[in-house]
């Protein structure tokens, strides 16, 4: 029976941690999301960013600007938070509506205060092993991987899916704990041959269910990052998770990855707030 690795009880962990930290500090790091339009999925995740952050004694707003906000609109928002120093993290809520550029979004967030970590400075950052901020998800999966108790080094560890947002820089995250990193994407040829491999196996692909248990090594670590919605209207992940009990280990969804991408974005703020403010 695969142990079950709780991101929700972990992430509870972690940002009790980052609260016992920030109130030692004598300010409180500040975070605003920027939302643009109604995208109702942002929506809730953009309250419960909030929340969290609240919680853990950050200053955290939400700026939630019009669907008609132009290009240059948002680029001047943007510009105005880079310059207000008692923000410390910015992160420009996706998707954005389509009259706007993603890439010219991103690329506006002054790199100290990217706590989405997807400013590609910190992208190269991160490709060249040099410090910098990573991107929640993959910083999360880090933790949970952590606390399985897998052993990294050495290990053959399959990513599959290479966004810019979970799978690139998750395989950098596992290269740099010495894993044997291989990526798999759609163009990839046998992928059940590829995951038959894997000691440590992260799934980010958004496809229901995809991974079946005879492409899971017995004894792997099985992380998954899918958010998938049902038919029926309930969430599962890219792993089937009931055929995947010879796992050593597995994240549930909803429960896993999800609450630990949040505890993340709170550790990068935290970390920005102090790398700014000189090692407060
Ligand atoms: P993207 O759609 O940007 O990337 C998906 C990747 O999966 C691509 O690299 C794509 O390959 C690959 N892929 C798609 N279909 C197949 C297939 N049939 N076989 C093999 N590879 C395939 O998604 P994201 O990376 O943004 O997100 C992935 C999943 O993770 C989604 O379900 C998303 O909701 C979830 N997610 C969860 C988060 C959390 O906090 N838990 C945070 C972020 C994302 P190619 O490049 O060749 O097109």
Redesign the pocket.
Known sequence: MAALLDGKALAARVRAGLAQRVATLGFRPGLVVVRVGEDPASGVYVRNKDRAAQEAGFASRTLHLPAATTEAELLFTIAALNADGAVDGILVQLPLPPHIATEKAIGAVDPAKDVDGFHPLNAGRLASGLPGLVP??PR?VMHLLAESGARLRGARALV????????RPMAQLLLGADCTVTI?????DD?GAECRRADILV?????AE?VKGGWIKPGAVVID????RRADGTLC??VAFGEAQHAAAITP?PG???????ACLLENTLDAAIARRGGA
Request: hydrophobic share 40%.
């Open positions: 929640c998800t999360g599959l899916g290479r966004s810019q947002i979970v799978g798999a994407h759609s163009r990839t992928l799934a980010a692909v958004g496809r995809m990052v899918g958010i998938n992940g890219d969804v896993g990855v999800g609450p630990m991408t949040i």
